[in-house]
């Protein structure tokens, strides 16, 4: 049976194809078209998945849609009408897109699928969350807590899962939303909402949360994990283009320019930038001002996800958790669950947020709606397109590129550590690209994680981000625990897709400067044998050299791209930036010296 798993319209468009409840390909749409959280119609991210299971649109068994359309549509309408006149504006332009596109999805996937609208399913976007955790999870039974911005109305749901079953027994509704209190705070510090909520996350340990008891002002904790906003300082609910008001810049001061360079007393002023300007001292005061700002958002999200899942424990006594939304991706708070709320273990899937929905439609129809068992759990996160050694021999030959073919991998592996150990920056391409937002080892860009001057290059030659963003590791799973407060990690999915920050151990922090965080701490990925053999044994070589088997692992494009898909892609971005060399599956190409 072949199901078609759709989101799209609001976040991050994706698709993804299930065959017998086993995925066949998922893919989010932003690496085909090149545009950022794409969330028009996934056209190519569904030809993709067509192409990788052999099928023509018209021979799917069903699609599904990852949420219900008329039932967002009710909470505008109500909410438009709570805050009219304010929200006239918000109004008429959610209409103009309603009308056009969300309404008629059903009619839109038949005719440009060849699907009848019988074989159209829509599930609710919270299930689709529930679902594409625990459905993918690898336990029988767990609680689920799901946290985003908004979906139809709801903004965070508790739940429990057992066999193919999930019952979603109890809802937080829109405005009161985890998802949009923080992406208040994530506009105030001048990044863009819903891209730029690592930023506050990266930024936040460069500051102390000082302003929590503010922030409690605009948040009320309820005694059963539930909360409310305090709808005074918000504009999320009637307007299109801003989330707080005057009440909120009286209590937190002037937001930060959007163009402003980050900087602090403890950072210094990167190299990168050039120059110090002459009121560096101010600027930095007032960045450890907005760091401050940050650090106290974060904390208080991380309380009230600790009281959500606190609660949920107590509820349901189970040990396990599975965690989905647009929150699920905030792997500082994800840590503090697993060290600090009494559940055994935790799983997030890779793509938490809303492209993940079309995953957690495809299989809420196949095993909750159809009832069909439940057949293995999602171990890793290569689902997306790959390209054949040929594809690239092709690309490189017709566009007349310098490259070296390395048929023995073992060879290419020794030349790519001797190029680390020399402290180039190496583009590195294989296999399928991730499914998610991270980089985890087939689309990245790699470098030694000793090297305390790393961070500075990789920002210089490639990233030309704020020193506040860290770099994350990649180690051999089985070697975690020497380096990381992460006990029994090979047990931890989540830790295999970046969702958990972890303490670096003390001793090894000086070890490992460049994926060590301000506050001693990094993302981890754990890397396994099984599933990525070749990234595996890459990271193994390099550690028999360096001594440590970690390497830098940061996602392989340019500030503000999606991540490469292409070879083409990748050799753009190679050629933009100042990388050393680019590994193409097992071709080599490198710069001029
Ligand atoms: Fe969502």
């Given at each position: 049976m072949d199901i078609l798993g759709i989101s799209c319209y609001y976040h991050d468009a994706a698709a993804v194809l299930l065959r017998d409840g086993k995925i066949v390909a998922a893919a989010e749409e932003e690496r085909f078209t090149r545009i950022k959280h794409d969330y028009e119609f996934p056209h190519n991210a569904i030809q993709f998945c067509l192409e990788a299971g052999g099928i023509q649109g018209s021979e799917l068994d069903h699609v599904v849609f990852f949420e219900k359309p008329f039932r967002k549509l009710d909470r505008i309408l109500m909410s438009v009408l709570q805050t009219y006149p304010q929200s006239w504006k918000v109004f008429r332009e959610s209409m103009i897109t309603w009308m056009i596109d969300k309404l008629w999805v059903g009619s839109t996937i038949e005719s440009k699928l060849g699907v009848s609208k019988s074989k159209v399913l829509f599930c609710e976007h919270h299930l689709s969350h529930a679902a594409s955790a625990y459905l993918c999870s690898p336990f029988d039974e767990a609680a689920i807590l799901t946290v985003d911005g908004v979906g139809e109305w709801v903004t965070g749901t508790w739940g429990v899962g057992r066999g193919n079953e999930i019952r979603l027994y109890k809802q937080m509704e829109f405005p009161h939303s985890l998802g949009l209190l923080y992406s208040a705070f994530t506009a105030f510090l001048g990044f863009e909402v819903n891209e730029g909520e690592y930023k506050v996350m990266g930024m936040a340990p460069y500051g102390q949360p000082r302003y929590v008891d503010k922030v409690w002002k605009l948040v009320k904790a309820n005694a059963d994990g539930s909360f409310a906003l305090d709808m005074d300082y918000f504009c999320f609910h009637h307007s299109t283009d801003r989330t707080f008001n005057r009440r909120f810049v009286e209590l937190f001061g002037d937001p930060r320019p959007p163009k402003m360079q980050f900087y602090t007393e403890a950072t210094g002023f990167p190299k990168y930038f050039g120059q110090a300007p002459p009121n560096y001292s101010e600027e930095c005061r007032l960045n450890q001002h907005f760091a401050d700002v940050a650090a106290s958002i974060q904390r208080v999200t991380e309380e009230l996800l600790l009281g959500m899942a606190n609660q949920l424990h107590r509820e349901t006594g189970l040990k396990r958790l599975c965690i989905a939304g647009g929150v699920g991706l905030n792997s500082v708070a994800n840590g503090r669950i697993l060290r600090e709320a009494p559940f055994e273990e935790l799983y997030v899937q890779p793509a938490a947020g809303d492209g993940g929905g079309a995953l957690g439609a495809a299989l809420w129809a196949y095993h909750t709606l159809m009832g069909k068992p439940r057949n293995g759990c999602m171990d890793h996160a290569y689902w997306g397109r790959s390209y054949s050694s040929g594809e690239v021999s092709s690309f490189l030959r017709e566009n007349s590129i310098p490259h070296q073919q390395v048929e023995n991998d073992q060879t290419l592996l020794d030349m790519v550590t001797e190029r680390l150990m020399r402290g180039k920056v190496i583009g590195w391409f294989q296999g399928r690209f991730e499914w998610g937002p991270r980089a985890l080892g087939n689309r990245s860009i790699i470098a030694d994680p000793r090297n305390p001057e790393m961070k500075d290059i990789v920002n210089a030659k490639i990233k030309f981000r704020e020193p506040y963003r860290p770099f994350a590791p990649s180690v051999l799973a089985e070697c975690t625990e020497k380096y990381f407060e992460l006990p029994n990690a090979?047990?931890?999915?989540?830790?295999?897709?970046?969702?958990?920050?972890?303490?670096?151990?003390?001793?090894?922090?000086?070890?490992?400067?460049?994926?060590?965080?301000?506050?001693?701490?990094?993302?981890?990925?754990?890397?396994?044998?099984?599933?990525?053999?070749?990234?595996?044994?890459?990271?193994?070589?390099?550690?028999?050299?360096?001594?440590v088997p970690v390497v830098l692992n940061t996602s392989f494009n340019l500030k503000g791209e999606p991540i490469v898909n292409t070879p083409a892609n990748a050799f753009n971005t190679f050629t933009k930036s100042e990388m050393d060399c680019l590994v193409l599956e097992n071709f080599l190409v490198e710069k001029p010296a």
């Amino acid at each position: 049976m072949d199901i078609l798993g759709i989101s799209c319209y609001y976040h991050d468009a994706a698709a993804v194809l299930l065959r017998d409840g086993k995925i066949v390909a998922a893919a989010e749409e932003e690496r085909f078209t090149r545009i950022k959280h794409d969330y028009e119609f996934p056209h190519n991210a569904i030809q993709f998945c067509l192409e990788a299971g052999g099928i023509q649109g018209s021979e799917l068994d069903h699609v599904v849609f990852f949420e219900k359309p008329f039932r967002k549509l009710d909470r505008i309408l109500m909410s438009v009408l709570q805050t009219y006149p304010q929200s006239w504006k918000v109004f008429r332009e959610s209409m103009i897109t309603w009308m056009i596109d969300k309404l008629w999805v059903g009619s839109t996937i038949e005719s440009k699928l060849g699907v009848s609208k019988s074989k159209v399913l829509f599930c609710e976007h919270h299930l689709s969350h529930a679902a594409s955790a625990y459905l993918c999870s690898p336990f029988d039974e767990a609680a689920i807590l799901t946290v985003d911005g908004v979906g139809e109305w709801v903004t965070g749901t508790w739940g429990v899962g057992r066999g193919n079953e999930i019952r979603l027994y109890k809802q937080m509704e829109f405005p009161h939303s985890l998802g949009l209190l923080y992406s208040a705070f994530t506009a105030f510090l001048g990044f863009e909402v819903n891209e730029g909520e690592y930023k506050v996350m990266g930024m936040a340990p460069y500051g102390q949360p000082r302003y929590v008891d503010k922030v409690w002002k605009l948040v009320k904790a309820n005694a059963d994990g539930s909360f409310a906003l305090d709808m005074d300082y918000f504009c999320f609910h009637h307007s299109t283009d801003r989330t707080f008001n005057r009440r909120f810049v009286e209590l937190f001061g002037d937001p930060r320019p959007p163009k402003m360079q980050f900087y602090t007393e403890a950072t210094g002023f990167p190299k990168y930038f050039g120059q110090a300007p002459p009121n560096y001292s101010e600027e930095c005061r007032l960045n450890q001002h907005f760091a401050d700002v940050a650090a106290s958002i974060q904390r208080v999200t991380e309380e009230l996800l600790l009281g959500m899942a606190n609660q949920l424990h107590r509820e349901t006594g189970l040990k396990r958790l599975c965690i989905a939304g647009g929150v699920g991706l905030n792997s500082v708070a994800n840590g503090r669950i697993l060290r600090e709320a009494p559940f055994e273990e935790l799983y997030v899937q890779p793509a938490a947020g809303d492209g993940g929905g079309a995953l957690g439609a495809a299989l809420w129809a196949y095993h909750t709606l159809m009832g069909k068992p439940r057949n293995g759990c999602m171990d890793h996160a290569y689902w997306g397109r790959s390209y054949s050694s040929g594809e690239v021999s092709s690309f490189l030959r017709e566009n007349s590129i310098p490259h070296q073919q390395v048929e023995n991998d073992q060879t290419l592996l020794d030349m790519v550590t001797e190029r680390l150990m020399r402290g180039k920056v190496i583009g590195w391409f294989q296999g399928r690209f991730e499914w998610g937002p991270r980089a985890l080892g087939n689309r990245s860009i790699i470098a030694d994680p000793r090297n305390p001057e790393m961070k500075d290059i990789v920002n210089a030659k490639i990233k030309f981000r704020e020193p506040y963003r860290p770099f994350a590791p990649s180690v051999l799973a089985e070697c975690t625990e020497k380096y990381f407060e992460l006990p029994n990690a090979v047990r931890h999915y989540p830790a295999r897709y970046m969702l958990y920050v972890v303490p670096v151990k003390t001793a090894e922090q000086s070890h490992l400067p460049a994926i060590t965080h301000v506050d001693g701490t990094g993302r981890l990925q754990t890397v396994f044998r099984q599933q990525n053999p070749r990234y595996y044994n890459l990271i193994e070589r390099f550690g028999q050299a360096a001594g440590v088997p970690v390497v830098l692992n940061t996602s392989f494009n340019l500030k503000g791209e999606p991540i490469v898909n292409t070879p083409a892609n990748a050799f753009n971005t190679f050629t933009k930036s100042e990388m050393d060399c680019l590994v193409l599956e097992n071709f080599l190409v490198e710069k001029p010296a």
